[in-house]
């Protein structure tokens, strides 16, 4: 037998006062507390539950961000996406997925914020098409970049301090007196990829030393283990290699266990992220920690900020990154 859903009326009947008083019951309204816990009660009895649309009227807030995202190929994506989702339903927020688009890059999700009139949309994939940013900054829709910087006004970031892990990376190789370093990153570019890269490759040639490069045709694992055994597979093999995140040294580390190198002896790997699995004993890798939670607590700091106050200056946050130090590296 299907039951009716109860409404603010039933409530209002049964607990013998106005729909305003049960409206101000779960708005945090004026309203005395013998007659608040009446209603609550009372709605709890009839398994009411107010209309999020109803109340985002009346706060002119729809209580949902939408986070814009690619294909969670790497482990950091489904953490990140799993945290973030935790942080905003303890703020009292909805999260909305939005699928970045291939045909129209990041535009299709992030019109599907600007149609869901969602409070602020939070971009994790791709670069930000600079007309989808002028969209969101005209009506005054919150622009939260996870992992890159756009210089538009209005629109705020979270990054990592990529440059400076490079460095780490770079002074942890040389240290083990490492002769002929490599890099490994991703073919299709990226703001965290670049950056990693410029630290790594500057600290390097401050050394004197001019590291190999090299990218993993794919995001795949499949193409990122047939790259790094190409890589591992030359008369010149690199003896150390920095990897963009921990998924592509997971690559690195497979290929080189096929190729019988030993690791950290004949090869040295530094990962980026500290996803769990760097940690297994399967992998033991020696990584840059770029902490998840901390990512998340910047990012609601910045939605409050921004929510408060929207003629802020764009916020930029860069997050701390250290080196954690396991068996891949001498």
């Known amino acids: 037998m299907n039951r009716r859903r109860s409404t603010i009326k039933d409530v209002a009947r049964e607990a013998g006062v106005s729909v305003s008083a049960v409206s101000r019951a779960f708005s945090g309204g004026s309203l005395s507390a013998d007659k608040k816990t009446r209603i609550l009660q009372v709605a709890g009895t009839l398994d009411y539950r107010p209309s999020s649309a109803a109340q985002s009227l009346v706060r002119q807030q729809t209580r949902s961000v939408t986070l814009v995202t690619g294909r969670m190929h790497d482990p950091f994506d489904s953490q990140f996406l799993e945290a973030l989702a935790e942080a905003l339903a303890d703020s009292g927020r909805r999260l909305i997925v ?3 688009s291939k045909q129209a890059d990041l535009s299709g999700g992030v019109y599907q914020a600007i149609d869901d009139r969602s409070d602020a949309v939070i971009i994790a994939a791709g670069t930000m098409p600079l007309d989808a940013s002028r969209a969101c900054v005209r009506i005054g829709l919150p622009v939260i970049l996870a992992g890159r910087i756009l210089d538009t006004p209005g629109v705020d970031a979270v990054v990592a301090a990529n440059c400076d892990g490079g460095r780490q990376a770079a002074a942890m190789f040389l240290r083990g007196g490492c002769q002929r370093p490599a890099w490994f990153g991703v073919e299709r570019p990226s703001f965290s990829n670049d ?5 790594f490759h500057a600290q390097m040639a401050a050394a004197g030393i001019e590291p190999a490069r090299f990218e993993a045709g794919g995001r795949d694992d499949e193409a990122i283990f ?3 055994s190409r890589m591992l597979s030359r008369s010149d093999r690199p003896d150390a290699v920095f990897c963009a995140t921990d998924r592509l040294a997971f690559g690195v580390l497979e290929a080189a266990g096929a190729l019988r190198l030993a690791v950290p002896r004949d090869l040295a790997v530094i ?5 769990p699995a760097a940690a297994r004993r399967s992998y033991r890798l020696t990584t840059l920690d770029y902490p998840v939670a901390r990512v998340v607590a910047e990012i ?7 929510l408060a106050a929207p003629g802020l200056a764009p916020i930029r946050r860069r997050i701390p990154v250290s080196l954690i130090v396991r068996e891949t590296t001498r």
């Open 195 to 199: 950056e990693r890269l410029a630290g």
């Open 300 to 306: 609601m700091e910045i939605l409050e900020a921004r």
């Open 98 to 100: 939005a699928p970045a």
């Open 226 to 228: 047939e790259a790094a």
């Open 271 to 275: 990962g980026f992220n500290n996803v």
